[in-house]
């Protein structure tokens, strides 16, 4: 999901030749926006674009569009709902004074992974959930692992577990995420989840984080879903397929772009909402996507960018600027999706204290 | 999939006015062909369709194409498979002296329901399958059900359960379904296979047997899956989603066609291949068809027609006279899809035997 690719899809070089708001809408030459199917854009907001392609940047570029999309807030949803899940546990608390507790196993050294563990613990004391942390060397065996594992799955105050990814190399990941307990499984990776939320008639225990965060957004924000076209891009096992499920219990009519697509951006353009969770950067471009559009992009991609002290930025998998005039309402990165995945699994923990100790 | 609905895409009266080969391309008004679109399909034939709607058939109508679909010959297909299975018996038995088995449970007086477990008991003796049937009275509990379901279960010598449905209405399907080991299940629709079939880098144990049979007929008739787009109408858990699955497996770019899909016309029309499975008969018209495209038509649907003894007639989803002049090639119904689920059933027995002996 964060493959290190230096695109760009903005350039500084035109947005000062440009009478733009504050982004150009041109781009480098990396999926070229053309001006054939720039006008061919039949907007029910009467956008009318006009491009060229632009490694060559071109000062006749112009743009006049009534309204840019509503930017979806993540950050600021994921704040409301841990302010439920907040309340929520304290009135669990208070009723029959259980307290939902989260488990975390963390293999390794890893420092993006530690981060993400400290950002998990700190989320969870933010709401009063419990944590439990367990770290190991990166060395230890695989039957190490599994023992803590089968300690949570026997810890009655454990009411979610979750094993921080990537695993050493060493061990069989498979054999690990199928030891924790179904009714634990938070990150609702499960197969047996999977296949309850791709069958009619059945519920999973859990709906994997980020794709749950991801319909969530379109909910909060009264984004319909049923009958409608909706474009998924990616089939990963963590995003893109349960929120293609997601979306058809939901009742919209998916499809699903992938690699082996050959006319990915003729059918993007189809959708009235577009997920996006591929991590290329800036690839998903203004002419892909169908005027009034809802974008969520789920992808966080380093690009270069000299002026950063860090030496890049994070962009999504869609080229937010361009995007942004054509869509009625886009998931920014970052503070889209990103802070709504702890937020689900927070709620997976709230869920499954509760269906345990079956409180309303 | 076998609802009584009593709709006809051909005419009789309009036959006979038209220099066809043997079917008439004009239907009655149920989901017309229109002018408009007919003359819109650029085909790689040089396919040239008029038409008008056709309550009131026009004599002005006429046809010119090159040639008509191949027809994709299931029984022919199933046939050779069970020859194979059947050569795959006798050298299993040859070598280790085990027989696969196959265990049917069929609970009540259903007339439709005593046919096809009928059927599966020749089925099995053409190949040398071992076949073990408990017929439970229509009052039988949901307890004596789940008994046979444990003995089964229990017993080596057989490798396949399998229970017919429906069953009586006092029983909860879910309950006996889930009852039967996972290694057992040779319908593949234990929610744990499915989720298996949903997730790259896992395999199911069993894939479902009709959906099997569609892929399996793309397979040997050297039909292109890889990049080609593919529209699966209908999403039931036991024919349409798995077989999305399945194609999005093979690298087709899918798309889920259903009862809320508001363009289903639009959407089939870019198919490369159609697999439709809504029980609708005749649904399909030849507008929906991009010239070339590759169907499998898994509806069985009466018709009414007074010329046949029994008052009915059995057709697809897909309205065979019209699809068959747009399509590459084609199942017919019936000798299509239909006999390929049995054909598929069996070597998930075989599949099964094979696994728990380790017999490669």
Chains 1, 2 share one sequence.
């Not at 770290?135 to 230890?140: G, N, T, V, W």
């Not at 599994?146 to 069989?172: R, Y």
């Not at 930025?313 to 970052?334: F, K, N």
Request: include cysteine.
């Amino acid at each position: 999901m964060a493959s290190m690719m230096f695109t760009d899809c903005s350039s500084s070089t035109t947005a000062r030749l440009l009478p733009f708001r504050h982004n150009p809408l041109l781009c480098r030459n990396n999926g070229v926006v053309s001006l054939r199917r720039l006008i061919n854009l039949s907007s029910p907001r009467s956008l009318r674009l006009h491009s060229s392609s632009s490694l060559s940047p071109s000062p006749t570029a112009s743009l006049a569009t009534e309204t840019p999309a509503k930017v979806i807030d993540g950050k600021s949803v994921a704040k409301q709902i841990r302010d439920e899940i907040n309340a929520e546990v304290a009135r669990m608390k208070d009723a029959i004074g259980i307290v939902p507790g989260l488990a975390v196993i963390l293999v390794g050294d890893r420092k993006d992974s530690a981060t993400y563990v400290r950002n998990k613990k700190k989320a969870c004391d933010s709401v009063g959930i419990n944590s439990f942390e367990v770290r190991l060397p990166e060395d230890s065996t695989e039957q190490e692992v599994l023992k803590f594992i089968s300690g949570f799955n026997d810890d009655s105050s454990v009411h979610g577990i979750l094993v921080q990814l990537p695993l050493p190399p060493h061990m069989n990941e498979q054999n690990i995420l199928n030891a924790v307990s179904i009714e634990k499984d938070v990150d609702g990776f499960h197969p047996l989840n999977i296949g309850r939320l791709a069958m009619r008639g059945r519920d999973p225990l859990f709906v994997p984080c980020t794709p749950k965060g991801c319909i969530e957004l379109l909910h909060r924000y009264g984004v319909p879903i049923k009958g409608k076209r909706a474009v998924v891009i990616g089939r990963s096992n963590i995003v893109g397929m349960p929120a293609a499920l997601l979306l058809q219990r939901e009742d919209a009519t998916i499809s699903i772009v992938h690699s082996r697509t050959k006319n990915p951006e003729e059918i993007t353009r189809q959708a009235d909402i577009i997920i996006s969770a591929v991590g290329q950067p800036n690839m998903v471009r203004g002419s892909w996507i169908k005027p009034g559009a809802v974008i969520i992009d789920v992808g966080i991609n380093p690009v270069e960018d000299e002026k950063s002290p860090r030496g890049y930025r994070l962009v999504g998998d869609v080229c937010y600027e361009e995007a942004s005039q054509i869509a009625s309402a886009i998931t920014p990165v970052t503070g889209g999706v990103g802070p709504m995945t702890i937020a689900m699994l927070l709620s997976n923990t709230l869920v499954s204290a509760k269906r345990v100790h079956n409180f309303q």
